[in-house]
């Protein structure tokens, strides 16, 4: 099984990238503050459904790259290192605009918020990074199954995106409107999370690698 700390900080990876802007908070907020809260909870079940495309592929590939290609690890570790260092720097970079200004969206079916829901979490390419350079870091072949390890930490982010991205979806507007009103906490927020993502960065740096 994988260990109780391990857990503990991949689930605050998983906090930190869900609320890192990317694509599909950008579309649900948007959807949310354009369209309403069911709009935007409706297009949440596409985006979560998307993330299991994500864990399924995960699983497979990455256990059978492990099998295969033992220093695969070192190479995706750098690669997850560099990705949370990207990461801190978009949130502090100069310039960098808030998810919370909605772009215009038409209003569209149940079916259609599905199906791009669905479409921006697998073609989301910070999530499709997520899973192919982060989760590899927390999988031990010492504890068991790398296709079940894969299986539960993809829950866990899941879960966890779904959670998150729940809230935002039903209280975007009232975000927005907060974050207008208040935009020092807006720049604290970013430059507290790019610290955040960076000291996990050297976090993965340093780490050991697992043997096989």
């Known amino acids: 099984m994988i260990a109780a700390h391990d857990v ?13 802007p990317g694509p599909n908070m950008i579309y649900l907020i948007s959807r949310s503050i354009c369209q309403g809260r069911a709009a935007g909870v409706t297009s949440l079940v596409g985006v979560v459904a998307g993330f299991f495309v994500h864990m399924l592929a995960a699983a497979v590939g990455l256990t059978a790259v492990f099998l295969a290609v033992p220093m695969a ?34 209003p569209d079916s149940s079916s259609k918020l599905v199906a791009m829901g669905f479409l921006t979490s697998v073609l989301n390419p910070k999530v499709a990074l997520f899973y192919l350079s982060i989760l590899p870091q927390f999988i031990s072949p010492a504890h068991g199954s790398m296709f079940i390890q894969s299986i539960l930490l993809g829950l866990i982010q899941i879960s966890v995106s779904f959670t998150v991205n729940l809230l935002i979806a039903l209280f975007a507007a009232g975000i927005a409107v907060w974050f207008v009103r208040n935009p020092l906490w807006l720049a604290v927020q970013r430059y507290v999370m790019g610290f955040v993502l960076a000291a996990l960065a050297v976090r993965l740096m340093l780490e050991q690698r697992k043997t096989l």
Do not use: D, N
């Open 8 to 20: 503990l900080i991949f689930t605050a990876a998983c906090v930190l990238m869900v609320l890192t």
């Open 73 to 106: 690890y070192e190479a995706l570790k750098w690669a997850g290192a560099l990705y949370l260092l990207w990461m801190a720097w978009q949130a502090v970079r100069p310039g960098a605009r808030s998810p919370f200004e909605a772009r215009e969206l038409v």
